[in-house]
């Protein structure tokens, strides 16, 4: 089964318990935009890199077309997360989340991975 994946991390943190939105362009493994009616399915696991606790009871959600995730006809990705996707879990000032983006294509038979890193600050203490 033909698998692309990628890899992108914030460069500046995100305030806890806000609205984000997250954009990217969903490809085969050739780097060729899949649009969104060919896609097979679109998942969403959010989780705590350092303790892999989901967040938000996102794990393997489905967003496509639903819960906050499109994509268009030209693959043009975007989520959105909402304030209770981006809570801190721990008590210290700020932690690392991954949002792992997993899609099916080619009626099911192959995959691509996006993953978005991203530090989440609780802006009351600082970063």
């Given at each position: 089964?033909?698998?692309?994946?990628?890899?992108?991390?914030?460069?500046?943190?995100?305030?806890?318990?806000?609205?984000?939105?997250?954009?990217?362009?969903?490809?085969?493994?050739?780097?060729?935009?899949?649009?969104?009616a060919?896609?097979?399915?679109?998942?969403?696991?959010?989780?705590?890199?350092?303790?892999?606790?989901?967040?938000?009871?996102?794990?393997?959600?489905?967003?496509?077309?639903?819960?906050?995730?499109?994509?268009?006809?030209?693959?043009?990705?975007?989520?959105?997360?909402?304030?209770?996707?981006?809570?801190?879990?721990?008590?210290?000032?700020?932690?690392?989340?991954?949002?792992?983006?997993?899609?099916?294509y080619?009626?099911?038979?192959?995959?691509?991975?996006?993953?978005?890193?991203?530090?989440?600050?609780?802006?009351?203490?600082?970063?």
């Amino acid at each position: 089964m033909p698998t692309s994946t990628y890899q992108t991390e914030f460069e500046s943190p995100v305030p806890e318990q806000i609205t984000l939105r997250i954009t990217g362009l969903i490809q085969d493994e050739l780097g060729v935009a899949i649009p969104g009616a060919n896609l097979t399915t679109l998942t969403l696991t959010l989780y705590n890199s350092t303790t892999e606790a989901v967040l938000n009871l996102r794990n393997a959600s489905d967003i496509l077309g639903v819960n906050g995730g499109s994509v268009d006809a030209s693959g043009n990705f975007t989520l959105t997360l909402t304030p209770a996707d981006n809570a801190l879990l721990g008590t210290g000032r700020s932690e690392k989340h991954i949002a792992l983006i997993v899609w099916t294509y080619n009626s099911g038979n192959s995959t691509g991975r996006f993953e978005v890193i991203f530090t989440v600050v609780n802006v009351t203490k600082g970063p």
